[in-house]
């Protein structure tokens, strides 16, 4: 009779988590996220090998990382082209994040620009500068339709400000 294959799910997720740069604290709300519910001490003690995992725990590990089943559970993850790609991933992810909150924080000083301009235009009694006025309109519409069409991209990435972790929501579809 042939040997078992070794498991390799604790060592993978070990090393995952540290590739990733996710807290254990972060690792157990993406587990959350997908409907497993994992207390960062068993975590721990998956991580130290003192713990097994369980099938739904590995499905969901493999989901957060991005990796197959089969391959997190048979196979040793370390350095490998699959270490250069996380880290690549991961830095892309923080990146778009960052600009995502750049973009955000821009279209809040937007916003609050055209309401003051749109509130002071009701104040105007001069015919030339009214006239102005209408002109931007226009403008101050087309960026109004044009941010209410990018505003899925919000609902894609949720942004959790107080931890800095962030989650895409793969189930918003562009309009």
């Known amino acids: 009779m042939g040997s078992l294959p070794k498991n390799w799910a604790n060592v993978n997720v070990k090393t995952l988590r540290g590739l990733s740069g996710m807290s254990r604290r972060q690792l157990v709300e993406e587990l959350g996220y997908r409907g497993v519910s994992l207390p960062q001490t068993s975590l721990s003690r998956i991580e130290n090998g003192e713990?097994?995992?369980?099938?739904?725990?590995?499905?969901?590990?493999?989901?957060?990382f991005e990796v197959p089943l089969e391959g997190f559970l048979l196979e040793p993850?370390?350095?490998?082209?699959y270490q250069v790609n996380?880290?690549?991933?991961?830095?892309?992810?923080?990146?778009?994040i960052a600009s995502l909150k750049d973009i955000d924080y821009e279209w809040s000083s937007?916003?609050?620009s055209i309401e003051l301009i749109r509130e002071l235009s009701g104040q105007v009694s001069d015919p030339s500068t009214k006239e102005i006025f209408e002109k931007f309109g226009y403008i101050f519409e087309e960026a109004d339709e044009s941010i209410n069409r990018l505003g899925w991209v919000e609902s894609m990435f949720q942004i959790n400000e107080l931890n800095g972790s962030s989650r895409i929501n793969r189930n918003v579809s562009r309009p």
């Open 86 to 96: 996380l880290a690549r991933y991961n830095e892309a992810k923080r990146n778009l």
């Open 77 to 81: 993850i370390g350095d490998s082209e």
């Open 110 to 112: 937007a916003f609050k």
């Open 51 to 64: 713990q097994a995992v369980k099938i739904e725990e590995a499905i969901a590990f493999a989901d957060i």
